[in-house]
T-cell receptor, first 117, second 112 residues
């Protein structure tokens, strides 16, 4: 079936470096994508989202890139800090025929980001 | 604020016992509400979602059920727990206007 997956299960970086977390999705009809950050024992926290009519969106220290041609999504974190250490999930959603949301997200398996001081 | 409360935070139950997890949402009316389960080291699996009082859609056949007795209350239940029901249960809310879902703090369930 359709799925969203991650290329790298773990990523270790030094404090101050830039981090790139990747996600591949298989449903070419996906319309909306979200990145979440989940710290141990906590619920996922919304980071940034992007719709399929965009290829780039920037937030505070984070940038999401969407390449629909190869069905690839990435999250870039600038000047990574120890507090960024967490599991990062991508999630995707397909809209219904009317262009509105079913409200059902499909999540990838997650990437563990470890930031070393 | 649009806060999501879940309780209990942790729960240890024997196999065959009943279950009731509660989720309440503040600060928003008529939210879409969701129950997810997360196995250790894995992604999130959607179990149920609700677009209004008494309206429940099930995503995965299982021995769990959900109810929405009030606009801002979502309950996850089971009559008899299985070992495989162990996991981290997350409640989330969305709105009719946006697609983004926001998550509560979760309930860690261990079935022994």
């Amino acid at each position: 079936g359709e799925s969203v997956g991650l290329h790298l299960p773990t990523l270790s970086v030094q404090e101050g470096d830039n981090s790139i977390i990747n996600c591949a999705y298989s449903n070419s009809a996906s319309d909306y994508f979200i990145w979440y950050k989940q710290e141990s024992g906590k619920g996922p926290q919304f980071i940034i989202d992007i719709r399929s009519n965009m290829d780039k969106r920037q937030g505070q220290r984070v940038t999401v890139l969407l390449n629909k041609t190869v069905k690839h999504l990435s999250l870039q974190i600038a000047a990574t800090q120890p507090g960024d250490s967490a599991v990062y999930f991508c999630a995707e959603e397909q809209y219904n025929a009317g262009g509105t949301s079913y409200g059902k997200l499909t999540f990838g398996q997650g990437t563990i980001l470890t930031v070393h001081p | 604020s649009q806060t999501i409360h879940q309780w209990p935070a942790t729960l240890v139950q024997p196999v065959g016992s009943p279950l009731s997890l509660e989720c309440t949402v503040e600060g928003t009316s008529n939210p879409n509400l969701y129950w997810y389960r997360q196995a250790a080291g894995r992604g999130l699996q959607l179990l149920f979602y609700s677009v209004g009082i008494g309206q429940i859609s099930s995503e995965v056949p299982q021995n769990l059920s959900a109810s929405r007795p009030q606009d801002r209350q979502f309950i996850l239940s089971s009559k008899k727990l299985l070992l495989s029901d162990s996991g981290f249960y997350l409640c989330a809310r969305g709105t009719q206007a946006t697609d983004t879902q926001y998550f509560g703090p979760g309930t860690r369930l261990t079935v022994l």
